[in-house]
C-alpha cells in the first residue's frame, strides 16, 4: 500500500523558534496534501491544503504567516511554524492523496508531536 | 457547509462481540464518499472502510461493514467479532465526490474499547 512518512515524528523547540516538519509521499505521487492538527481526544483539525506548485489555501482562522507550507515536488511537503509558542503544541498530521487511484485515495502520515517549551 | 456528527463518544464492547458505531452526516452534495477511519494508541489513521454515495450496496471489509442510508444521512459501522486490536479512535469522515482537492471532514470521534 501507499505510504507516507512524516520527519521528525517528535520535536521538541523553545518558545521563538522556527520548526519544519517534512512530509513525503515514498512511493507515489500526490497531487494534492494536507495539513491536520489535532488536541488531544480530539478530532483532526483540517489547517491546510496544498497543491504541488502552487499556494497552500488555508482554512479560516488558521494564520499562514505562522504555519508557512511549501509544496515543493508531487512527493514532499513541509510546514513551518514559524517563531513557535506553547499554543503551537500539538499533533500534526499530513495526508497526500494519490493521483492516480480513481477514488483519489488520501494516505496518512504518522504524525509529529510537537512541543514547545 | 457539510457536518458530520459521531453521538457516541465512548463505546466498549466483550471479545467476540459485535458493535456498532453511529454516524450521522448532513450535506446538500448528491455524489460523495464516506469514510470509517482507525486511530490506535500509536495515532496513525488507517482507512477501515469506504462507501461511495452512488452506491446502494453497503461497503464490507471483512469483519467491517456498513449501514449507509442515503436518505437519512445516516452511516454506521458495524464490527462484527471484536478483537482487542479493534480498540482505537474510529473516525466518521465525508468528502466530496468530485475534486481532487476536496477535503475530508470528518466527526468528533468514538473511543471503542475492548474487554475481555
Known amino acids: 500500500g501507499a505510504v507516507v512518512s512524516q520527519h521528525p515524528s517528535w520535536v521538541i523547540c523553545k518558545s521563538g523558534t522556527s520548526v519544519k516538519i517534512e512530509c513525503r509521499s515514498l512511493d507515489f505521487q500526490a497531487t494534492t496534501m494536507f495539513w491536520y492538527r489535532q488536541f488531544p481526544k480530539q478530532s483532526l483539525m483540517l489547517m491546510a491544503t496544498?497543491?504541488?506548485?502552487?499556494?497552500?489555501?488555508?482554512e479560516q482562522g488558521v494564520e499562514k504567516d505562522k504555519f508557512l507550507i511549501n509544496h515543493a515536488s508531487l512527493t514532499l511537503s513541509t510546514l513551518t511554524v514559524t517563531s513557535a509558542h506553547p499554543e503551537d503544541s500539538s499533533f500534526y498530521i499530513c495526508s497526500a492523496r494519490d493521483r492516480r487511484g480513481a477514488g483519489n485515495e488520501q494516505f496518512f502520515g504518522p504524525g509529529t508531536r510537537l512541543t514547545v517549551l | 457547509a457539510q457536518t458530520v456528527t459521531q453521538s457516541q463518544p465512548e463505546m466498549s464492547v466483550q471479545e467476540a462481540e459485535t458493535v456498532t458505531l453511529s454516524c450521522t452526516y448532513d450535506t446538500s452534495e448528491s455524489d460523495y464518499y464516506l469514510f470509517w477511519y482507525k486511530q490506535p494508541p500509536s495515532r496513525q489513521m488507517i482507512l477501515v472502510i469506504r462507501?461511495?454515495?452512488?452506491?446502494?450496496q453497503n461497503a464490507t471489509e471483512n469483519r467491517f461493514s456498513v449501514n449507509f442510508q442515503k436518505a437519512a444521512k445516516s452511516f454506521s459501522l458495524k464490527i462484527s467479532d471484536s478483537q482487542l486490536g479493534d480498540a482505537a479512535m474510529y473516525f466518521c469522515a465525508y468528502r466530496l465526490y468530485t475534486g481532487t482537492a476536496s477535503k475530508l471532514t470528518f466527526g468528533t470521534g468514538t473511543r471503542l474499547q475492548v474487554t475481555l
Open positions: 462507501q461511495e454515495a452512488y452506491k446502494q
Open positions: 496544498s497543491n504541488e506548485g502552487s499556494k497552500a489555501t488555508y
